[in-house]
């Protein structure tokens, strides 16, 4: 049972990571309270995660959930003790800093909770009935949001260009044209897959 790792960033996407240990590379799934923490490495970077490691009858290909500190691996542990809330979608709902989360089951804010992404107000107030009155240490946690890393928009073009251009078969020059007439048209694109989205969109609407 795998529950720490640590290693160099090999690859990086929005919800997981490849995390380079020992000359193997480890898929590691990532809720987004860690993925904000894993935003500001780069390639190459070093990274210490506690993992969860999850596999079951009904998901035979191993699991890796990583968590910056151990806190917040022990609360995703009660979190998915509640019936229906596997780690995967447990993942998923983990957009707010835990000690918020912790603070919303133990006042039983249920409005709250039943925004966190997959639960919805049903099993919002399952989570209450489940956990209220036994995550009050973890409800004393700290916000830990630490600040974003600001969006670098000409390295986002530039790995589209190179996968336009190297994966795709597109001319540079066509390439370099697209390119600038989607960031006109979205301007506060933040990521990769949205600037693809938004070539995709252009094309179609020619």
Avoid: W
Avoid at 47 to 52: D, E, G, N, R
Avoid at 60 to 72: Q, S, W, Y
Avoid at 135 to 163: G, R
Avoid at 187 to 201: G, K
Wanted: aromatic residues 8%.
């Amino acid at each position: 049972m795998i529950a720490y790792l640590e290693g160099q960033l090999l690859k990086k996407d929005d919800d997981k990571i490849i995390l380079l240990v020992n000359g193997v590379g480890y898929e590691v799934y990532l809720p987004i309270v860690t993925a904000y923490h894993v935003s500001t490495k780069q390639c190459g970077d070093s990274i210490c995660l506690h993992i969860f490691h999850y596999q079951s009858e009904h998901q035979a290909k191993p699991v890796l959930i990583g968590f910056i500190n151990e806190m917040d691996k022990d609360f995703f542990q009660f979190f998915i003790s509640v019936e229906t809330i596997g780690p995967l979608k447990a993942a998923k709902a983990f957009s707010s800093p835990v000690g918020e989360i912790a603070r919303a089951i133990e006042d039983s804010d249920a409005k709250f909770l039943g925004k966190l992404k997959g639960i919805g107000p049903r099993l919002a107030q399952k989570i209450i009935a489940s956990l209220h009155g036994k995550v009050a240490k973890f409800a004393l946690m700290k916000e830990d949001h630490p600040p974003q890393k600001p969006v670098d928009s000409s390295e986002i073009e530039k790995q589209v260009m190179e996968v336009l251009i190297i994966q795709l078969g597109y001319k540079q020059a066509d390439a370099k044209r697209m390119i600038a007439e989607a960031a006109q048209r979205r301007p506060d694109f933040s990521n990769p897959e949205e600037l693809f989205e938004e070539l995709y969109r252009g094309q179609n609407n020619k």
